[in-house]
C-alpha cells in the first residue's frame, strides 16, 4: 500500500503548503509592521486561529466527537480561571483544564 | 542564555505538551490507516501541518488522486499566507539574509504564529528570529518523536485517552491567545473570530472557516479603527 507514489503525494503537498508560507515572506517585503494593512491581516490571522478553536470544542471530529459537549466547556472555563488566577502559567491552565475533563467524563462514566 | 535557547525553554512548557497530544493522535490515526510510520513522520518534516496531513491520509487511503488530495491539503494550508505575512516583519532585521526568512517561513504553524507573534514587543528586533527558530525547531523535533511515538502506541491509546489528548489543542490556543494579546484590534479579533467560526462552519465546512475569519477580522479591524476616531 505504501509506496513511492505516496511519498510523491507528501512532497507534492508540502511544496503546496509551503506555497501559501513562501508567498507570504515575498509580500511581506511590502508591508511595514506599523502599517494599517499590516494590522488588518492579523485581525484575519487572530480570528482564523481562535474560530478554528472554538469550532473544535463546540463541533469537533475524531475522538473528540465521542466526548461530552457540557464536558468540553466545563475543560475550557476551569482552564481559562486557573491560568489568570496562576498568573498566566499556561501549562498549568491547560492541564487543569483537561484534567477537569477527564474527571467529569470519568464521573459520567460511573454514574 | 542566547534567544534561541530561550525560545527552546518557551516551547518545553505547554507548546510540547500540545505537541506531543496533537502528533500522538495523528500517529495513531496513520497506523489505523496503514500509512508507515517512516511516512508518517517524514509528512511532519515536509508539510509540518497537522490538519493537512490529517487530509492527506484521509484521502490517500480512500485511494483518492493526486489532483483531488493535492487541492483539499493546499486548501487547509491558506491560513499561513496572513500568518506569514504578519509574522516575518517582525522579525526583519538587516542582519539577517533574505534565505533566512525563506527558511523560517517553512517553520510557521499555528502553534509557532501564536506563541511568537504576540510575544514579539517583548523581544529586541535583531533576536526575534533567533527566538522564533529556537521555538519552532523545538516544537518541530518533538512533533516529529510524538507521530513515531503515537504509531507504536496506537492500539494501547483508550478511545477516551484519546479526545482527552486531542482537548489539549483548543485549550492551548484559548489561554495562550486570550492571555497574550493585549492590543484592541486584536482582541476584537478574538472575540469576533471565536464566534464566527463555528457560525461559518455550519454554512460550509470547506470555504466557511476563511471567509468568516475574513468578515470577523475585517469587522474587528473597522471597530478599532472607529472607536480610535470617536473614543
Given at each position: 500500500?505504501?509506496?513511492?507514489?505516496?511519498?510523491?503525494?507528501?512532497?507534492?503537498?508540502?511544496?503546496?503548503?509551503?506555497?501559501?508560507?513562501g508567498?507570504?515572506?515575498?509580500?511581506?517585503?511590502?508591508?511595514?509592521?506599523?502599517?494599517?494593512?499590516?494590522?488588518?491581516?492579523?485581525?484575519?490571522a487572530?480570528?482564523?486561529?481562535?474560530?478554528?478553536?472554538?469550532?473544535?470544542?463546540?463541533?469537533?471530529?475524531?475522538?473528540?466527537?465521542?466526548?461530552?459537549?457540557?464536558?468540553?466547556?466545563?475543560?475550557?472555563?476551569?482552564?481559562?480561571?486557573?491560568?489568570?488566577?496562576?498568573?498566566r502559567?499556561?501549562?498549568?491552565?491547560?492541564?487543569?483544564?483537561?484534567s477537569?475533563?477527564?474527571?467529569?467524563?470519568?464521573?459520567?462514566?460511573?454514574? | 542564555?542566547?534567544?534561541?535557547?530561550?525560545?527552546?525553554?518557551?516551547?518545553?512548557?505547554?507548546?510540547?505538551?500540545v505537541?506531543?497530544?496533537?502528533?500522538?493522535?495523528?500517529?495513531?490515526?496513520?497506523?489505523?490507516?496503514?500509512?508507515?510510520?517512516?511516512a508518517?513522520?517524514?509528512?511532519?518534516?515536509?508539510?509540518?501541518?497537522?490538519?493537512?496531513?490529517?487530509v492527506?491520509?484521509?484521502?490517500?487511503?480512500?485511494?483518492?488522486?493526486?489532483f483531488?488530495?493535492?487541492?483539499?491539503?493546499?486548501?487547509?494550508?491558506?491560513r499561513?499566507?496572513?500568518?506569514?505575512?504578519?509574522?516575518?516583519?517582525?522579525?526583519?532585521?538587516p542582519?539577517?539574509?533574505?534565505p533566512?526568512?525563506?527558511?523560517?517561513?517553512h517553520?510557521?504553524?499555528?502553534i509557532?504564529w501564536?506563541?511568537?507573534?504576540?510575544?514579539c514587543?517583548?523581544?529586541?528586533?535583531?533576536?526575534?528570529?533567533?527566538?522564533?527558530?529556537?521555538?519552532?525547531?523545538?516544537?518541530?523535533?518533538?512533533?516529529?518523536?510524538?507521530?513515531?511515538a503515537?504509531y507504536?502506541?496506537?492500539?494501547?491509546?483508550?478511545?477516551?485517552?484519546?479526545?482527552?489528548?486531542?482537548?489539549f489543542?483548543?485549550?492551548t490556543?484559548?489561554?495562550?491567545?486570550?492571555?497574550?494579546?493585549?492590543?484592541?484590534?486584536?482582541?476584537?479579533?478574538?472575540?469576533?473570530?471565536?464566534?464566527?467560526?463555528?457560525?461559518?462552519?455550519?454554512?460550509?465546512?470547506?470555504?466557511?472557516m476563511?471567509?468568516?475569519?475574513l468578515?470577523a477580522?475585517?469587522?474587528?479591524?473597522?471597530?478599532?479603527?472607529?472607536?480610535?476616531?470617536?473614543?
Open positions: 500500500m505504501d509506496s513511492a507514489r505516496l511519498w510523491g503525494v507528501i512532497v507534492i503537498c508540502a511544496v503546496a503548503t509551503y506555497l501559501w508560507r508567498l507570504g515572506v515575498m509580500f511581506s517585503e511590502r508591508i511595514r509592521p506599523d502599517s494599517a494593512v499590516f494590522a488588518w491581516v492579523g485581525c484575519v487572530y480570528a482564523i486561529i481562535l474560530g478554528l478553536t472554538t469550532r473544535i470544542v463546540l463541533m469537533p471530529s475524531g475522538a473528540l466527537a465521542e466526548t461530552m459537549l457540557s464536558h468540553r466547556l466545563l475543560a475550557c472555563a476551569v482552564g481559562l480561571i486557573v491560568y489568570f488566577a496562576s498568573r502559567n499556561l501549562l498549568l491552565g491547560t492541564l487543569s483544564g483537561v477537569a475533563f477527564a474527571i467529569a467524563a470519568q464521573i459520567q462514566a460511573a454514574a | 542564555m542566547g534567544w534561541f535557547a530561550l525560545g527552546a525553554r518557551y516551547a518545553m512548557g505547554a507548546p510540547a505538551v505537541m506531543v497530544a496533537s502528533h500522538i493522535g495523528f500517529g495513531a490515526f496513520a497506523q489505523a490507516n496503514g500509512i508507515s510510520s517512516a508518517a513522520v517524514f509528512s511532519t518534516v515536509a508539510i509540518w501541518a497537522l490538519p493537512g496531513q490529517f492527506l491520509v484521509e484521502a490517500w487511503v480512500l485511494g483518492a488522486g493526486m483531488a488530495i493535492v487541492p483539499a491539503v493546499m486548501f487547509t494550508a491558506a499561513f499566507l496572513p500568518m506569514s505575512l504578519t509574522l516575518i516583519p517582525l522579525m526583519r532585521h542582519r539577517h539574509g533574505k533566512a526568512y525563506f527558511a523560517a517561513a517553520l510557521i504553524s499555528n509557532s501564536a506563541a511568537v507573534t504576540p510575544r514587543d517583548e523581544i529586541p528586533v535583531s533576536e526575534r528570529l533567533s527566538f522564533f527558530l529556537g521555538f519552532s525547531t523545538c516544537c518541530w523535533s518533538i512533533a516529529m518523536v510524538s507521530v513515531a503515537g507504536a502506541l496506537a492500539g494501547a491509546i483508550p478511545r477516551s485517552v484519546q479526545g482527552a489528548l486531542l482537548l489543542v483548543p485549550l490556543y484559548l489561554l495562550m491567545l486570550t492571555g497574550e494579546v493585549r492590543h484592541r484590534a486584536g482582541r476584537l479579533a478574538l472575540l469576533f473570530g471565536a464566534l464566527a467560526g463555528p457560525l461559518a462552519h455550519l454554512l460550509d465546512p470547506h470555504w466557511g476563511l471567509a468568516g475569519a468578515v477580522g475585517t469587522a474587528a479591524f473597522g471597530l478599532d479603527r472607529w472607536l480610535r476616531s470617536h473614543g
